[in-house]
Each structure stands twice: as C-alpha cells, then as structure tokens.
C-alpha cells in the first residue's frame, strides 16, 4: 500500500508535469504570435494557474505522502526490524 500509494503520487506529478510542459510550449507560441495584451495577459494567467496547480496541489501532495506515510513506514521497515540470520557482532 505505501509503495504503491507514493509510486501513485509520483507518476501522477511527472504525468502532469509532462502536461504543463507542453502548455507551455504552446502558450509561449501564442503568446509570441499575439499583439493584444489583453490576450497575452490571459495567456499567461491561464499557465500560472496550470503551474500553481501542479506545485500547489500535485507536488504537495506528493511530498505530504512521502513525510507522512511512505518515509516513515520505509525507516520502519529498514531500521526497526530484526533480520533473520544476522551475524552476532559485525565485520572485521
């Protein structure tokens, strides 16, 4: 559940990274073809409201799942537990 849930996250903020690159792309393409500012201002409002949306919700999301569960549930995993057949003592 917890590698699954953050592999989730994860592909969804490249996906949607992938997303606002090519707006941007083609907004820039717009923006430098248009003469109107009016236009242009909404252009470039439209992308910073894709990117705010990107960052604000997708990527902290994100990072909320990997400080709140994955992180924690994967230190639990690696340094909480006894492994089976460990040397007594260590090397050298």
């Avoid at 236009?39 to 799942?65: K, P, T, W, Y």
């Avoid at 909480?80 to 090397?91: A, D, E, L, M, Q």
Wanted: glycine share 4%.
């Amino acid at each position: 559940f917890y590698v699954h849930g953050w592999r989730w996250h994860t592909l969804s903020l490249v996906r949607d990274l992938k997303r606002l690159q090519k707006l941007s792309m083609r907004y820039h393409n717009k923006i430098t073809q248009v003469s109107e500012v009016k236009e242009r201002q909404d252009l470039a409002n439209a992308l910073h409201d894709a990117s705010q949306f990107v960052v604000d919700f997708n990527m902290a999301g994100l990072h909320r799942v990997e400080n709140e569960a994955f992180q924690p549930w994967l230190r639990k995993q690696l340094c909480h537990k006894k492994v089976k057949n460990s040397p007594k003592r260590g090397i050298g």
